[in-house]
């Protein structure tokens, strides 16, 4: 865990991995050395999690392989056919840092609840362990957001796990849908008010208050999105820190 106690979430746009000068290699990206350093560990203990694409095999083999070279100490979690470790409560509790890839939100929310993970997540973020994903694995720790978990067309989910008090937006500027759609469903209050972030940003959460927002491209932003008057909403664009390795 965190060696500052702090509880950190690191909710990803997108970004978290690249691809490498060798055909379908993958590498974890800058945004994720930035969520190990909160750990405070020489080596930290990183869990992945792949729920939300079904715990797909080949999804997790990239995700090992991206790691290749870092001093970290790598495990998993799954749900099928069934927990793949005797405790996954313990499990949470004995990582440095969790990181969830992408995939269908909704789905993973369903399982994680049927399979009490949500209440364990909860007492692994509490205890300091950093918290971080992209796409659905930076969804879920918000109260929602919009979500192509239903069909590509993009729909409105508001079933999140809710550590975090805010509306996320992702992917947001790489996907045309992702803007408007969050500003109507804030200005709604289908969604609360919240954050999104571009392609290679993340958005850094100590507790529940954001803390800043970091960036592995230039030309990448997080936003504020808020209320504006009884039908609207209104986005404040938010400078991030670029990392540069």
């Known amino acids: 865990m965190t060696s500052s106690g702090q509880s950190h979430i690191l909710a990803i746009g997108g970004g978290s991995f690249r691809p490498t000068e060798r055909h379908g290699f993958l590498e974890a990206s800058p945004l994720l050395r930035y969520g190990l350093d909160l750990t405070g560990e020489d080596r930290p203990k990183l869990g992945l999690v792949a729920t939300a694409t079904g715990d797909s095999a ?11 070279g870092w001093d970290v100490e790598l495990s998993h979690l799954t749900v099928f056919p069934m927990p793949n470790v005797k405790d996954p409560r313990a499990w949470m509790l004995e990582q440095d840092m969790i990181y969830v890839s992408g ?14 993970f949500d209440e364990a997540f909860e007492e692994a973020w509490r205890s300091g362990v950093v918290l971080s994903g992209q796409s659905a694995g930076a969804l879920c720790w918000h109260v929602g957001g919009n979500t192509d978990s239903f069909g590509p067309e993009l729909n409105v989910w508001a079933d999140g796990l ?3 008090p805010y509306s996320c937006g992702v992917h947001y ?3 045309p849908q992702r803007r408007p759609l969050l500003h109507q469903s804030v200005a709604s209050g289908e969604l609360p008010e919240g954050y999104a972030a571009d392609e290679g940003v993340a958005l850094h959460y100590v507790g529940t208050e954001f803390i800043q927002a970091v960036t592995t491209d230039p030309a990448g932003y997080a936003y504020r999105i808020e209320h504006d008057g009884a039908d609207g909403a209104k986005e404040f664009r938010i400078e991030p820190r670029l990392l540069t390795s």
């Open 58 to 68: 080949d999804w997790l083999l990239k995700m090992y392989g991206a790691f290749a």
């Open 103 to 116: 995939g269908s939100v909704a789905n993973l929310a369903v399982l994680w609840r049927l399979h009490g």
């Open 162 to 164: 809710a550590f975090l």
């Open 173 to 175: 500027n790489s996907e």
